[in-house]
T-cell receptor
Framework: TQLLEQSPQFLSIQEGENLTVYCNSS?????LQWYRQEPGEGPVLLVT?????EVKKLKRLTFQFGDARKDSSLHITAAQPGDTGLYLC???????????FGTGTLLAVQP | DAGVIQSPRHEVTEMGQEVTLRCKPI?????LFWYRQTMMRGLELLIY????????DSGMPEDRFSAKMPNASFSTLKIQPSEPRDSAVYFC????????????FGPGTRLTVL
């Protein structure tokens, strides 16, 4: 059973377009991370959200944690080819420090 | 500051051979995680350690896989004997306990078993 479902799985867009990636679960998380992974490299931590309803911005990227802390979204404004990569959400539950990773969204931004 | 260091970056071996993957976590971090990534299964947690002690090894595929963390600055993942289905990218990540789950990944080891 996959606890964190991401949508869409694949996304190919043109430079300058906006997009939103969703990360959904029926479980509550104490915190949620977003990572970006480029080909041949390990995932890189982008942001951590902790409070229900929290919004964080990282340049053109906007991250939101759902009010009930069960879901999250990542919105990219005016996408650029450098945004290309695999986006992974990951949630922390309970007293463990083991992350539950989402299914991933592969984004390709065409110049 | 040095990030998580993994070696080797690439490993090609023949079926039946022993493979050892190495990881040096970020200095001061007290949790270490081993993951495997494939196109079919995505990123899977194999095992993790807190303060050098294995906490959860439920993701280790079978007895052919073993992991050790003899000290706070070094861990190994060993596969013996290796099989073609073990071909994947293996990542090591480290974190601080009670840091809201923030993990920092190494560059990975791409393993190919022929």
């Amino acid at each position: 059973t996959q606890l964190l479902e991401q949508s869409p799985q694949f996304l190919s867009i043109q430079e300058g377009e906006n997009l939103t990636v969703y990360c959904n679960s029926s479980s509550v998380f104490s915190s949620l991370q977003w990572y970006r992974q480029e080909p041949g490299e390990g995932p890189v931590l982008l942001v951590t959200v902790v409070t229900g309803g929290e919004v964080k911005k990282l340049k053109r990227l906007t991250f939101q944690f759902g009010d009930a802390r069960k879901d999250s979204s990542l919105h990219i404004t005016a996408a650029q080819p450098g945004d290309t990569g695999l986006y992974l959400c990951a949630g922390l539950r309970g007293a463990t420090n083991k992350l539950i990773f989402g299914t991933g969204t592969l984004l390709a931004v065409q110049p | 500051d040095a990030g998580v260091i993994q070696s080797p970056r690439h490993e090609v071996t023949e079926m039946g051979q022993e493979v050892t993957l190495r990881c040096k976590p970020i200095s001061g971090h007290n949790s270490l995680f081993w993951y495997r990534q494939t196109m079919m299964r995505g990123l899977e947690l194999l095992i993790y350690f807190n303060n050098n002690v294995p906490i959860d090894d439920s993701g280790m595929p079978e007895d052919r896989f073993s992991a050790k963390m003899p000290n706070a600055s070094f861990s190994t993942l060993k596969i013996q004997p290796s099989e073609p289905r073990d071909s994947a990218v293996y990542f090591c990540a480290s974190s601080l306990l009670n840091d809201r789950g923030r993990q920092y990944f190494g560059p990975g080891t791409r393993l190919t078993v022929l």
